[in-house]
């Protein structure tokens, strides 16, 4: 069994920034590709970012191409999205995500956290 939990969520002004962490905790064998999702009100689950635990393999959305970074401590079980120039559209409840295959598709990580919201004021 997985275990995501996600923090670092909160409010923040246009053009500023915040850090989301998400420490893994379980078997993760099975799952070696992490994904961050976000759901606005009223909107279908989307793709933000996923990153291989042992290979340097990163995919972005292009939503969030040169504004978010995602990145992992194998040391620590965590995966970090940091998010810069943030805009109100970036207003979400961020998920992470674990799973076996690099993919932007929500139903292919069979692992999810929780949950936490973002909101960025205008």
């Known amino acids: 069994q997985v275990q995501l939990v996600e923090s670092g969520g909160g409010l923040v002004q246009a053009g500023g920034s915040l850090r989301l962490s998400c420490v893994v905790s379980?078997?993760?064998?099975?799952?070696?590709?992490m994904g961050w999702f976000r759901q606005a009100p009223g909107k279908e689950r989307e793709f933000v970012a996923r990153?291989?635990?042992?290979?340097?393999?990163?995919y972005y959305a292009d939503s969030v191409k040169g504004r978010f970074t995602i990145s992992r401590d194998n040391a620590k079980n965590t995966v970090t999205l940091q998010m810069d120039s943030l805009k109100p559209e970036d207003t979400a409840v961020y998920y992470c995500?674990?799973?076996?295959?690099?993919?932007?598709?929500?139903?292919?990580?069979?692992?999810w956290g929780q949950g936490t919201q973002v909101t960025v004021s205008s």
């Open positions: 990153i291989r635990w042992t290979r340097d393999s990163i």
């Open positions: 379980g078997r993760t064998l099975g799952s070696p590709v």
């Open positions: 995500a674990a799973g076996p295959t690099a993919t932007t598709w929500s139903q292919g990580y069979n692992y």
